[in-house]
């Protein structure tokens, strides 16, 4: 398969040795010294493109992927609230998208178990729920997508919260908590790859359900599975459509 990484940062470098590792070729590399290069002619020299990289250029970069009717993988982050525009761009040009907050195998299992446990605590009110997330310090949205999924998967399924708000610790915080709220609070710490928590805390004890990961590896594997999967698909997916749990 002929890969294009849109983004060549901390993932990009690591998706291409997974992906020269399977047998594939990058025959494009874009960063922000060469946005030149993102022309639809050099897309259409890819069987499948792949972004990691940044909130605010995830958007072009899967519109220039729809004029040159190249399949994208996006793991970018932080650009989900044009996620229906985007959908409806993707479904009415025929073309391919998959997204993910989150390509690892142990987050997706994680994400999975969240889903099960919230449905159960709707049994037991006494406890209180909260979602911690820490990253390193170059993270540039907060919170993490792999918290918003994880948040937004809560509300769907236990019945006493129907918003999220975050608070980036470390930088003013004024909310008073509504108790129908739940509260997403992210951490910046050096070198942290990424660490995900869910709290049911009660005043008699608390469950702590905790993911992480040691390093960038299983996004980037992950990330290269998905490429394999949407090559020859067409439509609008996320990555649950690949694992499919039950
Ligand atoms: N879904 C998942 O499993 C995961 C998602 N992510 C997400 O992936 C994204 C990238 O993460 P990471 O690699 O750590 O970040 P980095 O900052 O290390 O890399 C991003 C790269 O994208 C480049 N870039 C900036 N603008 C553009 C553009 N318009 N077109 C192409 N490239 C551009 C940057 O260039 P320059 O350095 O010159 O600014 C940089 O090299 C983030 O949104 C992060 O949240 C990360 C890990 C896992
Ligand atoms: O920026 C990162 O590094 C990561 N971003 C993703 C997110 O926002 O959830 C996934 C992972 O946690 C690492």
Request: with cysteine; glycine share 6%.
């Amino acid at each position: 398969m002929k890969i294009a990484l849109l983004g060549y940062g901390k993932m990009g470098q690591i998706i291409e040795r997974f992906a020269l590792e399977r047998g594939h070729e990058v025959v494009l590399k874009i960063n922000i010294d060469n946005l030149e290069d993102l022309t639809t002619s050099n897309l259409k020299k890819a069987d499948v493109a792949i972004d990691f990289s940044a909130p605010d250029a995830a958007i072009n970069n899967i519109y220039a992927c729809f004029d040159a009717n190249v399949p994208v993988v996006v793991g970018t982050t932080g650009w989900y609230g044009q996620l229906q525009e985007v959908k409806n761009e993707c479904l009415t040009r025929n073309n391919s998208l998959l997204y993910g907050s989150n390509f690892s195998i142990g987050v997706n299992i994680f994400f999975h178990m969240n889903k099960v446990l919230a449905k159960l605590m709707n049994g037991f009110p006494a406890y209180e729920v909260q979602v911690e997330e820490i990253h390193h310090t170059q993270k540039l949205d907060s919170p993490s997508g792999t918290a918003m999924t994880i948040a937004e998967d809560i509300i769907e399924n236990l019945d006493r919260k129907n918003e999220w708000v975050n608070e980036l610790v470390g930088t003013q915080f004024d909310d008073v908590l509504k108790k129908e709220q739940l509260l997403i609070e992210s951490h910046r710490i050096e070198n942290i790859p990424g660490t995900h928590t869910v709290v049911y805390s009660s005043e008699v004890d608390e469950i702590e359900f905790k993911h992480t990961a040691h390093n960038r590896s299983g996004f980037a594997l992950g990330a290269v599975v998905a490429a394999e999967w949407l090559e020859k698909k067409q439509g609008f997916y996320n990555i649950a459509d690949i694992f499919n749990f039950k």
